[in-house]
């Protein structure tokens, strides 16, 4: 992963606060990337025959684009005050999400940003939520912004060094590659975590289990703390930068955000595209959901 050109997806509704640019705007600071500020735009009056004419039909899109590109201009003249070198560009389109994607595939920068929003899964089944479907289809690491004062000192990395979740080996070693390179890179403090759960007693019925369920939970332990052990030792990570967590990822992990004062989440997300998915949603979208700091997804390389 390199920082060399950031997108940063800008929210028209938003005209008090854009997080993502504040980020944006510190991470070109610290190493000297690019930035180009996007907004993406639609009016369904000026696609269902509000006007008769297509010519005003045009010229009224191209208007209301014209004042979108003013307004990010006066969002880059302070960046541009800094030293940073900044590009604007609006486009026309829906869904938000697939100009966003688009404007990925044609830029092809090393990092997208955005606003983080949050919603019942209904609501992100129904009306396709822009975070939940960049989570799943963005091909650049995607950095989801919370609002609220930026005090960065810590990045945690959650692992899956068993691969419960299907995740290819060379993700785990992706996250500990980018993670480590921003705390360097950002001068933050690097955590990295690994979450696993056991069954509980009470779910288990199987007579010869129910015997040895001591047994049971220490041999899940070891296993997962030898497989924890051995990817990281591939590394120069020092032992107080590992934890091991025993939970569920949606839990363990905001927990431990919390108690560490976690700045930013860095964690991989796959795509299966099924209807299970669609529903439950992924273990990034539910620790979004638990959690106050900032999330980084990365996916697997090539995907």
Known sequence: MQLKQLLVVIDPTA???????????????????????????????????FFSDKDTQK?????LLTERLDWLESLAAPLREQGIEVTTKARWGKPLYAEILKHVE?????????????????????????????????PVPLWLVRSGEWNPKNIATALDPVHSADKPASLDHNLIKVAKLLGEELSMQTYFVHSYNPLPRSLVFEAELVVSYDSYLENTEQRHKQAFNDLLGQYDISNEQQFLLRGVTEEAVPQFIKNKNVNLLVMGAISRGNIENALIGNTAERVLENSDCDLLIIKPEGK
Request: charged share 20%; glycine share 2%.
């Open 15 to 49: 005209k008090n606060s854009q997080p993502s640019l504040e980020r944006a705007a510190w991470l070109a600071s610290q190493t000297k990337a690019a930035v180009e500020l996007l907004i993406c735009d639609h009016n369904q009056a000026l696609e269902d025959g």
């Open 59 to 63: 010229r009224a899109r191209t208007a």
């Open 106 to 138: 044609e830029l092809k920068p090393d990092l997208l940003l955005r606003n983080a929003t949050t919603h019942g899964t209904l609501h992100r089944l129904l009306f396709n939520n822009t975070s939940w479907q960049l989570i799943r289809f963005c």
